[in-house]
């Protein structure tokens, strides 16, 4: 029969199961369980879709705004007036679908209008093509009003095509075609449909529109023979104006030469005047001299210039003989006796022929 525990054999039983408990807490530091395994694997798979989240929920609250547009925030659909995003950079929102961010393109854009046909005060139909040149001066009004570049567009197209038709109502076909650059008023009629279409397309779009002007000119075939008459007509009187120009400038010419050569002449003539005067002086001045010293001979040399002048070259004469002047021809000179007077000097005759008693 047994009485009592051996206390020995108790001391040897614990400390194996200490020794169990110690190798079976280093298992399971060195190789983790199935369990664990799976425990840290969800935990990792959970942190990184926290991280997922937390990135896009921080990426859905910023926007970026680049250089030269404008961001307007709207909560829930309704645009907020002190959201406006209006320099580049990164901004801050409330996450979708609480906020939404609209880029508004604030740079200066331009576009060609179709052709539109319209009538001058003339009646001749024409085809303009427009362009425009505008940006977005208040972004909040455009989104709310058109919303997309293309509908702003559309709605100039139309402010633009009316004003043009009014104002080209006032004018005749020579204000857009003509040779006379006077006559063009092309710019007027721009800037007339500028103004027209300026105050409206801002208090309506918030669109500020720059500039309008007319690209190209075309005619539809009933109106090009109208044009082309207009055109030869416009040459024909340019023509003629510059003809006119022309005569009335060779008669302004004409005149000034003949005032010239009437004031040169009349000089000319002074100037032979005067020297006419001093060689008849001279010539009187020796035909005294040369009667004072041959008188008979001076009067016949008289008489022979007397008869050239009133014979001529060609003449035949019936005269008597013993009358002056042709008395000359008959009786010549005598000679003078020895130891008078010297003869005198005279044109066309030799003085020693006149010595020696011979005539010429």
Known sequence: MTTGANPTTDNADNADNADNADNVDNADLVEPGPARRRMLGFLWRVGLALALVAALVAYSMTVQVPEGFNAVVTRFGKPMEDRIATHAGLHWKLPYPIEQVHSIDMRRRIFNTPFTATFTRDRKNIVLLDYVVWHVEKPLLFLQSVGTPEAAEQKLTGMVADKKNFHMGNYD??????????????????????????????????????????????????????????????????????????????????????????ETLRKGR???????GRAEKDAAVIYARAHEMDPEFYTFWRSLQAIRKTLGSKATVILRNDEGPFKALFEPPQAQPSGGAPPAIVPGVDVRERSSGRTP
């Open 270 to 276: 002074e100037e032979a005047g005067v020297i006419l």
């Open 173 to 262: 076909l020579t204000a857009l075609v003509s040779m006379d650059s006077a006559d063009i008023k092309t710019a007027e009629i721009e800037s007339l449909v500028l103004r027209d279409i300026q105050g409206p397309a801002l208090e309506k779009f918030g669109i500020h529109v720059e500039q309008v002007g007319i690209k190209r000119i075309a005619y539809p075939e009933e109106n090009m023979s109208a044009v082309l008459d207009q055109m030869r007509a416009e040459r024909k009187s340019e023509a003629g104006e510059l003809r006119a120009k022309g005569e009335k400038d060779a008669q302004r010419i004409r005149d000034e030469a003949l005032v010239l050569s009437e």
